[in-house]
């Protein structure tokens, strides 16, 4: 019998550029996780379309897509009358001419509203929420993969009884918003996964302490009530430079799973500021870190998707708030495959293989 190893060398030899230097191995990242049963892919926004070499690694690295910022509310609502799909609709097509399943990130989120929102009145931001959830998830109904229809519910910081982030959605509605929204997207879209997407969850700064316990109860509440919750996304923006414990984090996960949720690790990537200012010290640093994260978190099989932020470090979020280059993503700046890239790959193929889901 071919062993998969063997099986993934030809895929190699099939199709240049080769993923990894020296030793036969899979031809992308992508395919690396399909032969786990996994789903990987990437954060896209507009500078896929103004960089062809950029396009091409998704076409070349992804089997998935998540929209940046194109979704988000401040985006498509320049004005309280205006829908702008413009940036959206090119994602879509770009997703759907180069046979990419899409995320759509994110249907409603506290944080980022535009000025004109924040200064109506409590049943007038229902109003919005209600009748944008309905206008934006019928346009797209069919032809996403899935949605985050929350993002980020908890912020304790913002000082709110519950830890719930404050913003005009929970302002208005309060903790019922979240319910809501799930139940009016499921009523549109029959078949998208229906995602709670939430940062923070990986480490053990009083960020992630406090917000992993709020979000195990919120979805324990969503589920008692029977809201249509298909899956949670833990985004994982990892932070070295604080304490984590995946394994500890691994057994987090595998709670959402013992009620039948998928998890999906939706915005990966590795904050590399710890880190020293050499080059090959610190993608090795960084590569290791990324691998800890995924082989703990592999091994719990109701984890299907790994989405990164973003490919390349050239794009990263991280240069809005880097003192030095950042280098936190699987692809430098030259798009070339880093160290962290290897060590995805290697962890996508040691992963135990997952059985396809039946739906969603
Ligand atoms: O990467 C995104 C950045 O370009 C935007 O300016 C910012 C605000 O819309 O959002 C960033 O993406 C965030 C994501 O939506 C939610 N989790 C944290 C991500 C990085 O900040």
């Known amino acids: 019998m071919i062993s998969r190893r063997a099986l993934l060398a030809g895929v190699a030899a099939a199709a240049a550029p080769r993923l990894v230097r020296g030793a036969p191995a899979p031809a992308s990242l992508g395919e690396a996780a399909a032969a786990s049963g996994l789903l990987f892919g990437a954060s896209i926004g507009q500078e896929a379309f103004d960089d062809p070499a950029y396009a091409e690694l998704y076409r070349r690295q992804t089997r998935i897509l998540t929209t940046d910022v194109a979704l988000k509310f401040d985006w498509l609502r320049p004005a309280p009358d205006r829908f702008d799909f413009s940036y959206a609709d090119a994602i879509v097509r770009f997703a759907a001419d180069n046979d990419k399943l899409l995320r759509g990130h994110t249907l409603i989120w506290n944080d980022r509203v535009p000025d004109w929102l924040k200064r109506l009145s409590a049943p007038e931001v229902e109003r919005v929420f209600d009748a944008h959830i309905d206008r934006v998830v019928e346009r797209y109904a069919g032809r996403l993969h899935a949605w985050d229809v929350v993002n980020e519910?908890?912020?304790?910081?913002?000082?709110?009884?519950?830890?719930?982030?404050?913003?005009?959605?929970?302002?208005?509605?309060?903790?019922?918003?979240?319910?809501?929204?799930?139940?009016?997207?499921?009523?549109?879209?029959?078949?998208?996964?229906?995602?709670?997407?939430e940062a923070q969850c990986d480490n053990d700064y009083e960020w992630g302490r406090s917000i992993r316990p709020l979000l195990r109860g919120l979805v324990e509440r969503l589920l008692d009530a029977g809201a249509p919750v298909d899956a949670i996304g833990l985004q994982s923006h990892l932070k070295p430079q604080w304490p984590a414990d995946y394994s500890a984090f691994a057994g987090y996960v595998a709670g959402f799973a013992e009620r039948g949720l998928a998890v999906s690790i939706t915005e990966f990537d590795v904050d590399d500021s710890p880190f020293p200012n050499d080059v090959a010290a610190r993608d090795g640093a960084v590569a290791a870190v990324g691998a800890r994260f995924l082989n703990a978190v592999l091994a719990v099989p109701a984890v299907d998707t790994v989405v990164a932020w973003q490919l390349s470090d050239r794009y990263t979020w991280y240069r809005e708030i880097s003192r030095r280059a950042p280098r936190p993503l699987p692809f430098d700046r030259d798009l070339q495959i880093k160290p962290l890239g290897e060590a995805m790959a290697a962890a996508f193929a040691a992963a135990p293989r997952r059985a396809p889901r039946p739906s969603r």
């Open 153 to 197: 519910p908890f912020w304790p910081m913002d000082g709110k009884p519950g830890g719930w982030r404050d913003g005009p959605w929970f302002a208005a509605m309060g903790p019922s918003y979240v319910e809501r929204a799930f139940r009016r997207v499921r009523a549109i879209d029959k078949t998208a996964r229906l995602a709670l997407n």
